[in-house]
Every structure is written in C-alpha cells, then in structure tokens.
C-alpha cells in the first residue's frame, strides 16, 4: 500500500543518505552520487504516480468514511461528553494533489541538481555544502506535501526555512544577502506562530492532527471557526505571497543565487497554495466562505500591485519576483472562486509558474554569470550575438504572458471561467480586471524582453563578459541549452495535454468542494 509510512520514511532516509554521502566525500564522486540520486528520486516518484493512477485511484472515495467507521473514541460517563485522547503520529496519505506536487518537486530538483553541478563543479568544498542543502530542502518539502498530519506538515513547514536562508546566507549574491535571509526568515517564522498557536488550539479539540479527523470531528462555533481560519491562514498567505504579505519575495529573490531562486520560486511558494488546498479550506469551510470576499478583494490587489511594480523595476530578478507575486495572486484568486474551474486554474496556474520562473531565472543566472549585472539599462543587442539564449528567454516571457501553446494559458483560462460560473455579471466585471492586469503583464514582459535582447549592444556588455579574453561571447553551454530546452518541452506538453493536471487532481477537487 502505498499509504503506509514506510514508503515515506525510506524516501525520507534515501535522500538523508545521498545528502549524507555528499558531505564525507572528498573527491568527484560527488557529482555522480548527487546527479543519479536526485534522477532516482524523480523516477521513483514517476513510478508511484503510474501504480497509483492504475490500482488505487478509487480508494480515495472511501478513506474518509472508514476512518470513521473504525475510529474508537472515550465517553466521560459523568457528562457525557465525547473526550479524545491526544495523538501525535506521523502518517502519510498520496492522494491526487500531493502526487502532482510530489512529481513536480522531484523534477524541479533534478534540473536545480544538473544547474549546481555546472555552477560549482571548480568549487569542490562549495559543491558539497550546496547540494547537501539542496537535497534537505528537497527531503523536508517532499515530506510536507506527503505527511496527511497537519502538526508534522507544519514541522516540515517550517524546517524548509533553515537551509534555504543558509543558502541565501552563503551563496547569496549582494551585501543585502543578510538582509533578505532576516526579512525571508522573520516574516516565515512569526506568522507560523500564529499557524502553530491553531495546532494547539485543534489539539484539545479533537482525537488527532490527521486531515480525516479534522473533517470529520472538528466541531467549532463560528468564532472560533473565524479565529482559527485567521491563524492557519496568515501562515501560508505569507508563503505564497499574499499581498500584502510578499514584502520578503524581492528581497529574497534578488540576494538569492540562481539555484535558490529557482526553488523558491517553483517549490516553496506552492507550499502555501498546497496548505490552502489541503488544510484550509476543507477543514475551515464556513469561515472560507465568510471570508472569500476579503482574500478575492487582496488577490485582485496583489496581481495588479505586482505587476504595476514589475514594470518600474530595473533589476531583472526584481521584475521576476513581483512578477511571481502577481501570478500566485492570481492562482488565489482562482482558489477562492470555489468551484471546480477555479481549483483546476489555481492547481494549473501553479504548476506553469513553477516550471515558467524556473527558466526566467535560470537565463537570469546565466546573464548574470556572463556580464555580472541585472541592471537592464546595461543591456541591450543581446540577440545579434546570443540568438538560442534568446529564443528560450523570449518563450518564457510569453509563456509569462499566458499565451498558447503554454500550460499559463490553459489555467488563466480555467480561472476566467470560474468567475462566470458564479453569476454573469460579476464574471463581466473580473473580465474588466482581468483585462487591466493582462495589459500590465503585457507591458513588463515585452519591456524586459525589448530591453535585454533588442536595440544596440553596449559596449560595457564586451568589456564585463567573462569571454572578452577569448573575444567570444559565447551563447549558451550545452548544460543550459539542455535545462532550457527540457523546461520549453515540458511547458508546452502540458499546455497541450493539460487534461495530465486536471482529470488528475478533478476527484479530489470535488470531495473538498462538497464539504462548502
């Protein structure tokens, strides 16, 4: 079975073990240990998702009720009352959505595995440290999206903080890396106060920390349901980002070195969309509904906030990380329509994102270690002299815009017919806003693209190339190219096969809706 926790602990330790193996190494053994473990782990997650989608597809329908068929619980005999004995175990459930995260974390890492080997492959004693971190980031965030314990998602919650800031910390690229690792960690830690103050609160509430007990004993009054929405939360609002929480995202995204970036922006942020999906909405419904309007209200805020502020930024990783903050409003925004369009379009939304500023900042890191600046005014011509770089920046900038053929599109889409399905006229008027944040998107996309990669190449460009020894400006290493090309394919299969996400995760988006 694969619900049983030995498939999430042998998991857990293999990645232990490769992360172990990287650190006592000495020698270029390393690369091997880090790049074949990291393509295990992908195919493995592959192979999970394959027998789960042929054998166990229907169980889903019944785990809830035979949890409570078989569930035993102590009467006090005086009052009467119903009292649970308190009970904190780790257990583990694949459903739908955590497989669609799961396979998405496991590819995301391989390519940020294959990028760190290129980028510190001179840097022996640096190689080991990163990848050592880089494998615990990937262990505690698979054990996240897999624990179906809201107490141990909230542990492994939070220890995904510890090696990204040291990743931050270390590798970070500026004199404000400190800055960032405070602001990022600060920001994470006091609102998870907040989240962890909820867990005690259900603890004394209900027989354990398990989802299917929080469905299904989980008896509030409407306060208390109010006030414990507010604690869960804020929690992975500021995880997201939702605005007007995001103040760490540009900081964090600027200091951050490429490989940080790409995870933090592909895999971390969508803890948070997981943990609304997952915990809130479904165990708080009544105070979802009372306050949807509020977060729809904050996420049309933050998708226009975001991309007013992309389109003033000089420094590329800047422009990308308010980008992010506009897109994962949006994906919100979809959530909150609370119908199935709307799950589909956010569940879309962020897998696209994460494969779409995977690239964006990955040809950002590869500018910046040919010319060692973001600064877009010191670009210019780039596509005379780098056209394939240019090929692939210009179809993640499109693929950014949400145009077709990529997967962006098809979930934008979902979630402009989400608001239909409430009533027409309230659909007229998110088209309006919608409209108004598609123009804005327009105008920082092309911007950054026109910028960089069209007019006249500056000569200060030859003069802090790395290549301007060899008069060569090379345009991009095999390494890239191959990134690269595997990021477009995967964009664009799903933008055409996008049923692979949604007939995928539509079961389980209908059983959380049905508890509304």
């Excluded at 190689?127 to 179906?148: N, S």
């Excluded at 970036?261 to 509904?289: E, M, N, Q, R, W």
């Excluded at 992010?324 to 959530?335: D, E, K, P, Y």
């Excluded at 780098?386 to 950014?400: E, G, K, L, R, Y």
Aim: with cysteine; hydrophobic share 55%.
């Amino acid at each position: 079975m694969l619900y049983n926790i030995e498939s999430a602990y042998a998991l857990f330790f293999a990645i232990v073990l490769i992360a172990l193996l990287l650190v006592f190494n000495k020698n270029k053994f390393v690369i091997y240990v880090s790049v074949f473990g990291s393509l295990f782990l992908f195919w493995s997650t592959i192979v999970v998702a394959v027998f789960y989608n042929n054998y166990i597809i229907f169980e889903r329908h019944y785990a809830a009720q035979n949890f409570v068929r078989s569930s035993k619980f102590l009467m006090n005999l005086e009052t009467g009352d119903v009292k649970y004995p308190l009970v904190i175990d780790f257990s583990c459930k694949l459903d739908s959505l955590n497989l669609t995260f799961l396979i998405l974390t496991a590819l995301i890492f391989f390519v940020c595995t294959i990028s760190s080997v290129e980028s510190y492959f001179h840097d022996e004693k640096s190689l080991q440290k990163f990848l050592f971190l880089l494998f615990l980031t990937e262990g505690f965030t698979i054990l996240a999206f897999l624990t179906a314990n809201i107490f141990y998602f909230y542990v492994f919650f939070e220890s995904v903080l510890l090696p990204m800031c040291l990743i931050i910390l270390i590798w970070g690229s500026q004199k404000r890396r400190v800055v960032a690792t405070y602001l990022f960690f600060m920001y994470t830690l006091v609102f998870s106060f907040m989240f962890l103050y909820g867990i005690v609160l259900l603890s004394t509430w209900v027989p354990d920390m398990s989802v299917s007990s929080l469905k299904y004993f989980l008896s509030l009054n409407f306060d208390q349901e109010r006030f414990m929405w507010i604690c869960v939360f804020l929690a992975f609002a500021v995880k997201i980002p939702v605005f007007p929480f995001h103040g760490w995202l540009p900081e964090a995204h600027v200091e951050a070195p490429t490989i940080g970036s790409v995870v933090l922006a592909s895999i971390l942020l969508k803890l948070g969309g997981y943990g609304l999906i997952k915990f809130l909405i479904p165990i708080l419904p009544l105070a979802t509904l009372y306050f949807r309007p509020l977060v729809v209200y904050l996420c049309i805020l933050g998708s226009i906030y975001g991309a007013c502020m992309a389109s003033i930024q000089l420094d590329i990783k800047k422009i990308l990380a308010y980008s992010s903050v506009a897109h994962m409003n949006f994906a919100v925004l979809g959530l909150f329509s609370l119908n199935i369009n709307g799950f589909s379009g956010a569940l879309v939304t962020f897998v696209s994102h994460a494969f779409i500023s995977a690239g964006l900042f990955y040809l950002v890191g590869a500018l910046y270690r040919r010319f060692s600046t973001r600064d877009i005014n010191r670009y210019g011509g780039l596509s005379n002299i780098t056209p394939v770089m240019s090929f692939f920046f210009m179809f993640f900038i499109f693929a950014n815009m949400s145009s077709p053929p990529a997967l962006s599109f098809v979930g934008e889409l979902f979630i402009f017919m989400s608001f239909f399905d409430i009533n027409n006229s309230y659909g007229a008027l998110i088209f309006f806003i919608i409209f108004a944040i598609y123009v804005l998107t327009l105008l920082y996309n092309i911007r950054l693209y026109v910028k960089v990669f069209h007019g006249d190449m500056r000569e200060i460009l030859y003069k802090k190339s790395v290549f301007c020894e060899k008069k060569i400006l090379a345009d991009v290493t095999l390494i890239e190219f191959l990134i690269a090309s595997f990021l477009v394919f995967v964009t664009i299969l799903l933008g055409l096969k996008s049923t692979l996400i949604t007939n995928l995760i539509l079961v389980d988006s209908k059983i959380i809706l049905n508890l509304l």
